[in-house]
């Protein structure tokens, strides 16, 4: 709960946030939660499904996105890569939350 504080605050390195919670937790998150949507639609729990499929991974793509700006913020190295990480995790995020 603390370095979740930390991602939103942007007070992780930016190389922490963008990779290891953008990229391998954001595609872990949106995994799990796309295959329980499923499922649940298979079992005919529609309702369920919509909760489950997006109670947990539209609030987490949300505070990795802001977290993941405030981190490129504070970023030491080049611009670039600041931009890099905020354009992919803005694309990542929004493509993930919507399907």
């Given at each position: 709960?603390?370095?979740?504080?930390?991602?939103?605050?942007?007070?992780?390195?930016?190389?922490?946030?963008?990779?290891?919670w953008?990229?391998?937790?954001?595609?872990t998150?949106?995994?799990?939660?796309?295959?329980?949507f499923?499922?649940?639609?298979?079992?005919?729990?529609?309702?369920?499904?919509?909760?489950v499929?997006?109670?947990?991974?539209?609030?987490?793509?949300?505070?990795?996105?802001?977290?993941?700006?405030?981190?490129?913020?504070?970023?030491?190295?080049?611009?670039?890569?600041?931009?890099?990480?905020r354009?992919v995790?803005v694309?990542?995020?929004?493509?993930?939350?919507?399907?």
């Amino acid at each position: 709960m603390k370095n979740l504080n930390r991602l939103w605050h942007g007070e992780l390195a930016l190389q922490n946030a963008f990779w290891n919670w953008a990229i391998f937790g954001g595609l872990t998150i949106n995994v799990v939660s796309s295959g329980l949507f499923l499922f649940l639609i298979m079992a005919d729990r529609p309702i369920l499904a919509l909760i489950v499929g997006y109670a947990f991974s539209v609030p987490y793509n949300v505070i990795v996105l802001v977290g993941v700006w405030r981190s490129a913020e504070r970023f030491a190295g080049e611009r670039r890569w600041a931009d890099f990480a905020r354009m992919v995790t803005v694309i990542g995020m929004v493509l993930l939350s919507v399907t």
